[in-house]
């Protein structure tokens, strides 16, 4: 079956723009994260969602950033008033459930680039 | 806070050779422990996980991996490596069963030499 989605594939931007990102799960994964990759800090936890509500924002690096997810299925990450150090690959994932005292794994798709020039 | 630890950032080796790739944690309780592996461009391949009961975990792509509780240690081995492995490979470890927010290691890339 189609596995993670997420688009645009690249993303090329100017300082203080605003960007969003999509991502589409795998049907059926009720869970959602949100990670970063760049080259100075690896990967980075930004934020999941359980359905639709998001019980852990831990990760996410300041408060231009936000994410929401709609019908239980597809999720946005927007950034806003972009600057250069959130030039970066963003991750998602899925997982098929979250329950208590069950075991999950989270399927990663492709990225997106972003550069803010 | 958990953390990960892959001491080596580059591994070289010859094709046929085999490979072990180290992975550190730090966790408090039972972890939920992973590797992934990243070609150029891709996003993240699941190799192989732990939850539970056997320490001996196999992976695909003939990757294998033993949890070591008194060493804090997940370290992947491959007994022949092929040209195709070359790739980025990260150490995951996970709470709440590998549904929360994953914590990675920095990464090891491998580069297979002929």
């Known amino acids: 079956g189609a596995g993670v989605s997420q688009s645009p594939s690249n993303k090329v931007t100017e300082k203080g723009k605003d960007v969003e990102l999509r991502c589409d799960p795998i049907?059926?994964?009720?869970?959602l994260y949100w990670y970063r990759q760049s080259l100075g800090q690896g990967l980075e936890f930004l934020i999941y969602?359980?359905?639709?509500?998001?019980?852990?924002k831990s990760g996410l690096p300041s408060d231009r950033f936000s994410a929401e997810r709609t019908g239980g299925s597809v999720s946005t990450l927007t950034i806003q008033r972009t600057q250069q150090e959130d030039s970066a690959v963003y991750l998602c994932?899925?997982?098929?459930?979250?329950?208590?005292?069950?075991?999950?794994?989270?399927?990663f798709g492709p990225g997106t680039r972003l550069t803010v020039l | 806070a958990q953390s990960v630890t892959q001491p080596d950032i580059h591994i070289t080796v010859s094709e046929g050779a085999s490979l072990e790739l180290r992975c550190n944690y730090s966790?408090?309780?039972?972890?939920?422990l992973f590797w992934y592996v990243q070609s150029p461009g891709q996003g993240l391949q699941l190799l192989l996980k732990?939850?539970?009961?056997?320490?001996l975990v196999q992976g695909i792509k003939g990757f294998e991996a033993e949890f070591k509780r008194s060493q804090s240690s997940f370290n992947l081995r491959k007994p022949s490596v092929h040209w195709s492995d070359a790739a980025e490979y990260f150490c995951?470890?996970?709470?709440?069963?590998?549904?929360?927010?994953?914590?990675f290691g920095k990464g090891t890339h491998l580069i297979i030499q002929p």
């Open positions: 994932a899925s997982s098929l459930r979250r329950t208590s005292g069950s075991t999950d794994t989270q399927y």
């Open positions: 049907s059926g994964h009720t869970a």
């Open positions: 969602f359980q359905g639709n509500s998001a019980p852990d």
């Open positions: 966790y408090g309780a039972t972890p939920y």
């Open positions: 732990y939850f539970s009961g056997d320490t």
């Open positions: 995951a470890v996970g709470s709440g069963g590998g549904a929360d927010g994953l914590t």
